[in-house]
C-alpha cells in the first residue's frame, strides 16, 4: 500500500465533504490577494477617524544618516569606486574590488538596493 | 583552529498522534501558534506543542511533457510541513500562506491545517469537534481574518474560534507575574514588533512594526556569503545561511567597535570561524594522472625513438646496396667492359656521365657514415637521455645575501602579477563587449552606429591611418589579444618563482581547504540588519530608533514606565548580545540616570504557544470564543476581542471589502 494513501486518507474525513480538494468538482483556481492589495483595498475605505490600521503601524522611516560600510567586508567604508559604485575600506580591498567580475558587484549593489539608476 | 561542519539537519516527517478518547470526548482546545516562520500545533492539554513545523508546502508543477498522457491527470504529489525532508530541494517550489507576517493565500493554509488536524490524529466525520485557539498579526486586516473564519467554519466546521496575538498571548499567560506596563519587542521572522502595553491595555496606535526580522537577516548573510564565495554559491543555501544564524551569529553591543577589533589581524585570526562545505576528494584527478601522463609521454617518445631507429637502418641497408652497385659499375669502368652494358647500368641509375658517378659514391658513402653515427648515437642516448630531462630549466640562481633574493623574487612576483591582471582586465573587457547591456557594450555599438552611417560627399574615412585604429576598438578582443610573449613570459616568471620558492604556487596542500567558508565580520553584520535596515536598502529606521520613536509618543510619565519593563521575546531574541546591545541602545536614548530595563522572556521562540494554551485552558475562553452561531449572525469578519486580541474594527458598511478576485 501506498505510503502517501495512508497519510492522506485521514484527511477526507473531518472535512466538508463539499469542500473536499479530492472531489474533482472544484478546480475552481482562485487568485489570493496579495498583502499589498489587501492593505490598498482597505486603506481606501472610508474609515472612522480612531481606526487602527496593519498599515498604520509601519515603522517610521530612518532620521539618522546610513553609515556606510563596505559593500566587501562590512568595515566603515569612506571611499566609493565611481565605476562600479561599490564602497570600499582600504586599498587592499580596492584590488580585490577592480578585479569582481561584473554579476557580482551588480549583486552587492543590489543587496544593498542601490542598483537602481535613479538612486 | 576549530573548524565547523554543516549539520544540514533534515526535517523528521511528524508522527500521527493518537486521538484519545479523552481528547475526542471533551472538546478539547486545539492551540495554533501560526507563524510566519514555523507553525506550533497541539492540545489545550498536551505539556508542548505536538507539532512543530515550518509554515510551508512544496507543490511540484506539472510535468509539461507528461501533460497529454493519462497518467498526468493524478495531482503531483504534494509535501506539507514536516513532509519535506529536503528542503533545498525543493527550493523553487516552496509557498507559503503568508505574505510577510499576514496570511492572504488561502489554499496553502487549508494544506497546512489538513496536515496539522491530520497529524494531530483527528477522525470524526465532516468537523473537527474542537475550538480552535489561533494566533494572527498584530492588526491583521479585516479581510484576511474574514478569510480564516471562513476557511475553518465552513471546510473544517469548527465549534469556536479565538483570535489572539502571538505576542500579547505570551507576555499575559506565558510570564511569571506580567506587570501592568510593558513594552513587548517581538523580534520575529518577518517583522519586529514594539507593543507598548499601559495598565494591561495594549496601545495599538503607539505600536509600530519594523518590516525587517529573521527571514531578511537569513538571506542577507546568504547572499553576503554567497558573493564572498561565488565558487560555492550553490553549495551556500538558505537552510545553511540559517543555520549559521542560529548557530554562531552575534548582536554586537557596539557595531563600530566590533568592527574596529576585527581590522586587527590578531584577532581576526582567532575569531574567525571556518566552516568547511562538504566536498570530494579528488587526488585522483590530480596527482595520479599527472604521473600517469609523464608515463604515457615517455612511452610515445620511446616508440617515435624506435620508429626512427628501424627507419635509419633500413635506410642504411638501402644505402649500402645501391653502393655496392654503384661500386660495381665502377669497377666495370675500370675493367674496360663493353661500353653499352656500362651506359645501360647507368641509365638505371640516371647517370650521365662518369664524373656523377663518382660523385654518387661519394654522397652515399657520405650518407651512409652519418646514418652510421646517427645509429650508434641513439644508441647511447637511450640509456643516458632520461634523468637529465628532469632538470629545471632554470638553475638556481645563487644570490650574495638572502635580501638580494627575496628582491630579486618581490620583483618576478609583481611581473608576474602585472601580466596576471593586464589578462584579467582584457578579459573583463571582452566579457562585458560580448554582453548589451553594459558601458563597454554600448561604447562599441554606439561606434558601429557611427561607422554604419554614411555621410554623403565628405566620406574621408581612412585618410589617416589612425582612422583604422577604430577597428581595433570595436573588435570583440578589444584590440589586443593575450599576446604568445606575454604568455611565455608569465611561464618563464612561475618557473623562476618555483625554484626559489617552492611552496608559494603549489598549492593545494589541503583539497578540502578551497571549501572553507571564513565567516568572521558576518557573524555581526548579519544580527546588525535589525538595527540597520539600510544595509538592505530598506529606508526604515532600525530596532533601537523605533523604540525610541514610540517612547517618543508617550509622556514623560509612560515613558518611564514603559522604559522600566522592556520585554524581548520572538525567535531572534534567542540571538546572544540582543539583550546587552538593547539596553545599552535605551540607555543611550533616555533620560540621564532613568531607569531602563530590558529582559528576554525565558522561551522566546515557543512563549506564544504556551501564553495561548494557558488561555485556552482558562476560564475565559469560553466567553470569548467566536461560535458558529456568531458567524453566521453577525458576519464572516466578527470576531470576540480579548486582553490578548486585536481590536475589532467592523469594516464600514456599504461598501464591503471585495474579498473575491476571481
Redesign the interface.
Known amino acids: 500500500m501506498n505510503p502517501e494513501d495512508v497519510r492522506s486518507e485521514p484527511k477526507l474525513v473531518f472535512k466538508t465533504a463539499s469542500l473536499n480538494p479530492n472531489s474533482k468538482t472544484i478546480v475552481k483556481k482562485r487568485a489570493w490577494k496579495s498583502l499589498k492589495q489587501i492593505i490598498s483595498t482597505e486603506k481606501a475605505l472610508p474609515w472612522p477617524d480612531n481606526v487602527v490600521h496593519y498599515s498604520s503601524i509601519n515603522a517610521p522611516p530612518s532620521f539618522k544618516p546610513a553609515e556606510k560600510f563596505s559593500d566587501l567586508s562590512g568595515l566603515p567604508a569612506p571611499y566609493t569606486d565611481p565605476q562600479t559604485r561599490l564602497r570600499f575600506a582600504n586599498k587592499e580591498e580596492y584590488a580585490t574590488l577592480i578585479a569582481l567580475p561584473m554579476d557580482i558587484t551588480a549583486g552587492y549593489l543590489a543587496l544593498r538596493g542601490a542598483s537602481s539608476i535613479v538612486g | 583552529m576549530e573548524i565547523l561542519e554543516f549539520k544540514d539537519l533534515k526535517c523528521i516527517p511528524d508522527i ?1 498522534h493518537s486521538y484519545t478518547p479523552a481528547l475526542r470526548n471533551n472538546s478539547v482546545p486545539i492551540v495554533i501558534d501560526n507563524g510566519s516562520y514555523q507553525c506550533r500545533a497541539g492540545w489545550a492539554t498536551s505539556p508542548e506543542p505536538l507539532l512543530l513545523f515550518k509554515n510551508l508546502i512544496a507543490k511540484p508543477r506539472k510535468e509539461r511533457s507528461k501533460k497529454d498522457t493519462v497518467e498526468a491527470i493524478q495531482t503531483p ?1 504534494l509535501q506539507v510541513g514536516n513532509d519535506i525532508v529536503n528542503i533545498e530541494a525543493v527550493r523553487f517550489q516552496l509557498k507559503t500562506q503568508f ?2 507576517d ?1 496570511v ?4 496553502a493554509q ?1 494544506h497546512l491545517f ?1 496536515y496539522t ?2 497529524h494531530l ?8 469537534p474542537h475550538p480552535i485557539v489561533l494566533t494572527e ?8 481574518r474574514q478569510l480564516m473564519s471562513e476557511l475553518l467554519f ?4 469548527v465549534p469556536g474560534i479565538s483570535y489572539g496575538i502571538d505576542c500579547l498571548f505570551s507576555y499575559h499567560f506565558n510570564e511569571v507575574k506580567p506587570q501592568k506596563n510593558a513594552l513587548i519587542v517581538n523580534v520575529s521572522y518577518h517583522t519586529c514588533h514594539v507593543v507598548p502595553i499601559l495598565e494591561g491595555k495594549i496601545v ?2 503607539n ?5 525587517t526580522g529573521g527571514f531578511h537577516v537569513i538571506s ?1 548573510l546568504h ?2 556569503l ?3 564565495y ?1 565558487a560555492h554559491a550553490t553549495s551556500i543555501t538558505l537552510s545553511r545561511a540559517e543555520e549559521l544564524l542560529h548557530g554562531i551569529c552575534e548582536v554586537a553591543l557596539d557595531y ?1 567597535e566590533e ?1 574596529a577589533r ?2 586587527d589581524p590578531g584577532y581576526y585570526e582567532e575569531h574567525i570561524k571556518k566552516i568547511q562545505l562538504p566536498y570530494s576528494v579528488s587526488l585522483a584527478s590530480s596527482a595520479l594522472t599527472l604521473e600517469q601522463q609523464k608515463e604515457r609521454k615517455r612511452e610515445l617518445a620511446r616508440r617515435l625513438i624506435e620508429i626512427n631507429a628501424r627507419k635509419r637502418e633500413e635506410r642504411l641497408v638501402e644505402d649500402e646496396e645501391k653502393l655496392n652497385q654503384l661500386l660495381y659499375i665502377q669497377e666495370m669502368v675500370e675493367a674496360d667492359v663493353d661500353k653499352d652494358e656500362i651506359e645501360k647500368a647507368c641509365a638505371e641509375y640516371q647517370i650521365k656521365h662518369l664524373q656523377d658517378l663518382q660523385k654518387q659514391i661519394n654522397t652515399l658513402n657520405a650518407k651512409i657514415e652519418k646514418t652510421k653515427q646517427k645509429i650508434l648515437a641513439s644508441n647511447n642516448s637511450e640509456e643516458v637521455e632520461e634523468p637529465p630531462n628532469k632538470q629545471p630549466k632554470h638553475n638556481k640562481i645563487v644570490f650574495e645575501s638572502e635580501k638580494a633574493m627575496h628582491i630579486f623574487l618581490q620583483n618576478a612576483k609583481k611581473m608576474r602579477q602585472e601580466i596576471l ?1 593586464k589578462k ?1 582586465t582584457r578579459k ?1 573587457r571582452k ?2 563587449m560580448a ?1 548589451r547591456r ?1 558601458a563597454a557594450g554600448q561604447e562599441r555599438m554606439r561606434i558601429i552606429s557611427q561607422l554604419a552611417r554614411k555621410e554623403k560627399g565628405n566620406d574621408d574615412f581612412g585618410l589617416r591611418d589612425e582612422d583604422w585604429d577604430i577597428y581595433k576598438a570595436i573588435s570583440k578582443d578589444g584590440g589586443d589579444s593575450d599576446s604568445e610573449a606575454e604568455n611565455e613570459k608569465l611561464l618563464e616568471l612561475d618557473e623562476i618563482i618555483r625554484t626559489h620558492e617552492p611552496s608559494d604556487l603549489d598549492e593545494t596542500t589541503n583539497p578540502g581547504e578551497t571549501h572553507q567558508l571564513h565567516v568572521g ?2 557573524r555581526y ?1 548579519a544580527p546588525e540588519l535589525l538595527f ?11 530596532l533601537s ?2 523604540i525610541g ?1 514610540v517612547f517618543s509618543l508617550f509622556n514623560t510619565e509612560d515613558q518611564l514606565k514603559l522604559a522600566e519593563n522592556v520585554v524581548v521575546m520572538g525567535g531572534l531574541a534567542n540571538l546572544p548580545g540582543l539583550q546587552q546591545r538593547l539596553l545599552s541602545d535605551l540607555i543611550s536614548i533616555r533620560p540621564f540616570q532613568s531607569v531602563v530595563n530590558v529582559r528576554i522572556v525565558s522561551n522566546p521562540s515557543l512563549g506564544g504557544w504556551f501564553g495561548a494554551k494557558k488561555w485556552a485552558r482558562s476560564s475565559e475562553l469560553k466567553e470569548n470564543l467566536l461560535t458558529r452561531e456568531m458567524y453566521d449572525e453577525c458576519g464572516p469578519e466578527y470576531f470576540k476581542i480579548h486582553v490578548a486580541s486585536n ?1 475589532f ?1 467592523p ?2 458598511k456599504g ?1 464591503e ?6
Open positions: 500521527v504529489q505574505d510577510r499576514v492572504t493565500h488561502f489554499e487549508e489538513d488536524f491530520s490524529g483527528i477522525d470524526t466525520d465532516n468537523s473537527i498579526a498584530l492588526l491583521n486586516p479585516n479581510s484576511s465552513e471546510c473544517y466546521s495599538f496606535e505600536a509600530r512594526r519594523l518590516n542577507f547572499r553576503i554567497q558573493l564572498k561565488p563600530r568592527l576585527w581590522t591582471s584579467m573583463q566579457q562585458d554582453k553594459t565580520i558576518e553584520r540597520k535596515p539600510y544595509m538592505l536598502g530598506s529606508a526604515e529606521a532600525g530608533e523605533v520613536y481590536p474594527y469594516t464600514p461598501q471589502i471585495d474579498i473575491d478576485v476571481s
